[in-house]
């Protein structure tokens, strides 16, 4: 029997409701045109059919897919779940499909357009993460840390966690300008949330000082004779400079 493609799956945007949805497909015999989330609306002539989003229906996908597929591919579809990339949702459901048919050779076919989409945009994902992990610049504000960060990937829920291990202590929040969420740390407790808008408060007098310290510690180091304006643009892109304290006016 024919799988039915002339229809579209609406989804809550969260990685168990993609999940939910690769279920659908498998179990209703259904390949879906497009899938897009509540947030990110699309136009479609095909009727569209919401998918609720179920924990056990999910999981058994995520065991499937170390299972039957490889751990390889399990964590490559966890990263392209976060990249920015267009339609990366029926990407990721296509890569599936061949996985579950090829077995864990799929993540080595890189000349095949799918799996070469899923495993760029991982990389790019697994980059980004790793760059904040590495150079976060927070702020103290009346003893808690503030942080702001502008990705191009949604990276802020798998960055995040590195820093409650790292401070474990401490309350802080760290406010993705780009996405409009903000994960906060509290007495031990995590949460994720949508936050519209985030500007942080003047820095006081404190605060203003270990700026200057760390600015006057980084020109220090320098040696004038290799400063290198392009290669450090290519080592530290611009469009990270305006939340880190070394560049700060």
Avoid at 100 to 108: L, M, R
Avoid at 242 to 248: N, R
Wanted: hydrophobic residues 35%; proline residues 5%.
């Amino acid at each position: 029997m024919p799988y039915r493609t002339d229809l579209a799956y609406l989804y809550d945007g969260s990685f168990e409701g993609l999940l939910c949805c690769v279920y659908e497909s498998y179990y209703q015999k259904e390949l879906p045109s497009m899938i897009f989330s509540y947030e990110e609306p699309q136009e479609t002539l095909f009727p569209v059919k919401e998918i609720a989003t179920d924990s056990a229906a999910a999981k058994k996908v995520e065991d499937s897919i170390g299972r039957s597929i490889s751990k390889e591919a399990l964590r490559l579809v966890r990263l392209c779940y976060f990249s920015h990339m267009e339609s990366r949702e029926i990407t990721i459901l296509h890569f599936l499909r061949m996985g579950y048919k090829i077995g864990s050779s799929v993540t080595n076919m890189l000349a095949h357009d799918v799996v070469r989409a899923i495993t760029k945009n991982a990389q790019n994902v697994a980059s980004e993460s790793h760059f904040y992990r590495e150079s976060l610049r927070f702020s103290e504000y009346n003893g808690a840390l503030v942080a702001i960060i502008e990705p191009k990937n949604f990276v802020l829920p798998i960055t995040s966690p590195h820093f409650c291990d790292r401070f474990p202590s401490e309350q802080f929040l760290i406010y993705d300008k780009t996405h409009k969420a903000a994960f906060v740390y509290q007495n031990g407790e995590r949460s994720l949330i949508h936050l519209e808008h985030f500007a942080p408060p003047e820095a006081d007098a404190t605060e203003k000082q270990y700026r200057a310290l760390w600015k006057r510690f980084y020109d220090t180091i320098a040696i004038e004779g290799r400063i290198n304006p392009k290669l450090r643009m290519g080592n530290m892109p611009k469009r990270y400079w305006a939340h880190m304290t070394e560049f700060m006016e």
